[in-house]
């Protein structure tokens, strides 16, 4: 039997760490959030894996390295209202429920969203909810947003940031099967 919470914390001490990450706020979140509730329950045993773990469907839970540093980059702060689109297993969803205010998370699979609003109640995370709609057309009626994300692409994710401003600084790489991309108003 894995020990998960060993396994938790050798990734954010092995793979974050060692890895130009140094948000104290996010380590702290890595090091709570248990990752194996996000991925399919056969592939628990490698949830902390630092490579990408497939959902099915062309879909995955970003390799934790990755994210981080994506997250990172986009410095959400304590009081943000963060959209988080195509959230997929909702792993990134739970992460920045962590580091803002609120986090709306928008999928385009309902039984995506269906799991990920029953794993972040079972997980007691009241800050974040998952919505499911079209990824291109956004979610507006909890707009303003002042973080997004989009680290588990979908084919349908939009290819940047809908925040739009000067200091909108995004980072952003190619994970197939889209763009991931974080950015902060």
């Given amino acids: 039997m894995v020990d998960f919470a ?3 914390l ?3 001490e092995s793979q974050l760490r ?7 706020r996010l380590l702290g979140a890595f090091e709570t959030v248990p990752r194996e509730l996000f991925v399919p329950e056969p592939l628990r045993g490698i949830a902390y894996i630092d490579e990408d773990v497939a959902l099915g ?3 995955f839970v970003m390799e934790p390295r990755v994210l981080a540093r994506l997250l990172q980059a986009a410095q959400p702060g304590p009081e943000d209202v963060a959209l988080d689109l195509g959230c997929g297993s909702g792993y990134a969803t739970a992460i920045l429920s962590r580091l803002v205010a609120t986090v709306v998370a928008l999928e385009d699979d309902a039984a995506l969203a269906t799991a990920v609003n029953r794993t972040l109640g079972e997980l007691e995370i009241d800050n974040a909810v998952v919505v499911e709609g079209r990824l291109t057309e956004g979610y507006p009626k909890q707009a303003p947003y002042t973080s997004s994300c989009s680290a588990a692409p ?6 940047r940031s809908p925040i739009s401003s000067p200091r909108a600084a995004a980072w ?3 994970s197939a099967p889209g763009w ?4 902060r108003r």
């Fill in 6 to 8: 060993a396994a938790r």
């Fill in 10 to 12: 050798n990734m954010v």
């Fill in 18 to 24: 060692t890895n130009k990450v140094t948000d104290l």
């Fill in 57 to 59: 469907g062309g879909r």
């Fill in 154 to 159: 979908s084919p349908r994710s939009p290819r």
């Fill in 172 to 174: 952003s790489r190619w």
């Fill in 180 to 183: 991931a991309w974080a950015a």
